[in-house]
C-alpha cells in the first residue's frame, strides 16, 4: 500500500513576528526554518500504518534545495523517499500548492493521501480541502483517530469539531489532514538523518507541471498589532467593573 504525506518547512513558530514579517518583505529579518509539526504529525501515522500494510512512503513537498533539511528530517522518521517540486522562486498560493501536489498523486496512484491539518506559518487549512475537490476524492479533515476496515477500502476517522468528535466512513482513496492530538511524532536520530541523504529524491520544476502561476489571492501587506498602553486599573468588585467597561465603551 502507498501512501503519500506532504511536509510544508515553514518558519519555527518560536520566531518573533517582526523578524518574520520583515523576511516576508524582503528586509532581512533572522528566521529559522523547521518541518510544519501537523505534518509531521500526517508523516508519524503514515510509519505507524506500516502494520497494516504501508510499504511505500512519499514524501511530497513544494520547496527547493534551500530547505531540504525539513524534507530530509521526515525521511529520516521512516518514509521510503520524496518528490520535491521546486517552485523556482515563484511565491505560490494554496490553488497552485494543491495542483503540484494534484500532479504527484495522479502519477504515483496512492490508497490515500496524509497532510497536516494547516501550516503554522498561514494556518489556512485549505491546500487539504482544494486537493480534494481537484482529484474528486472524500475528504476526512482535522483527523484525530484513525482506523481501516479489513480490506483497507474504507476507513473510519474521528475529527474534532467545536461539539465534539465526529465519526466518519469515508471511501479511499482520500485526503486526510491530521490533528495534534493523533499522536506524537517521533525524532529523527542521526544516523537514520544521515542514510536520508541516500533516500531516492525525484525533482521536479513548477513550471513544467503546466499550472498557472497566478496567485488568486494576493497579500497587500503586513503590519504587528499596535502596542499596549501598559496601563492598568484595579476595581473592588463586579459592579465597578462593569461600570469601567461601560464608561471605555467596551460593553453596553
Not at 21 to 26: N, P
Not at 150 to 167: A, F, L, N
Not at 195 to 211: N, Q, V
Request: a negative charge; charged letters at 25%; one cysteine or more.
Amino acid at each position: 500500500m502507498k501512501v503519500l504525506v506532504t511536509v510544508k518547512p515553514v518558519a519555527d513558530p518560536n520566531t518573533p513576528p517582526a523578524a518574520w514579517i520583515a523576511e516576508q518583505e524582503g528586509k532581512g529579518g533572522s528566521v529559522n526554518d523547521v518541518a510544519n509539526y501537523f505534518d509531521l504529525i500526517a508523516v508519524e501515522q503514515a510509519i505507524r500504518l506500516k502494520d497494516i500494510g504501508v510499504t511505500d512512503i512519499c514524501i511530497v513537498s513544494v520547496t527547493d534545495d534551500s530547505k531540504m533539511a525539513q524534507v530530509r528530517s521526515a525521511i529520516a522518521m521512516g518514509a521510503n523517499r520524496a518528490t520535491l517540486i521546486d517552485p523556482e522562486g515563484k511565491q505560490l498560493g494554496a490553488y497552485q500548492l494543491a495542483a503540484s501536489i494534484a500532479h504527484v498523486v495522479k502519477k504515483e496512484e496512492p490508497a490515500f493521501v496524509l497532510m497536516g491539518k494547516q501550516a503554522t506559518d498561514d494556518d489556512a487549512s485549505q491546500v487539504g480541502p482544494l486537493l480534494a475537490g481537484m482529484l474528486g476524492w472524500p475528504q476526512a479533515t482535522f483527523v484525530s483517530e484513525i482506523g481501516f476496515n479489513d480490506d483497507r477500502s474504507r476507513v473510519t476517522v474521528g475529527r474534532e469539531t467545536d461539539e465534539g468528535v465526529e465519526v466518519l466512513d469515508v471511501k479511499l482513496p482520500a485526503i486526510i489532514t491530521c490533528d495534534l492530538r493523533l499522536n506524537e511524532p517521533r525524532y529523527a536520530t542521526l544516523p537514520n538523518l544521515i542514510k536520508s541523504k541516500k533516500a531516492p529524491m525525484e525533482r521536479l520544476k513548477f513550471t513544467d507541471l503546466g499550472i498557472e502561476d497566478k496567485p488568486r489571492v494576493t497579500v497587500e501587506a503586513y503590519s504587528l498589532p499596535p502596542g499596549r498602553s501598559g496601563k492598568a486599573k484595579m476595581v473592588a468588585d463586579t459592579a465597578e467593573l462593569l461600570t469601567t467597561l461601560k464608561d471605555m465603551k467596551l460593553v453596553d
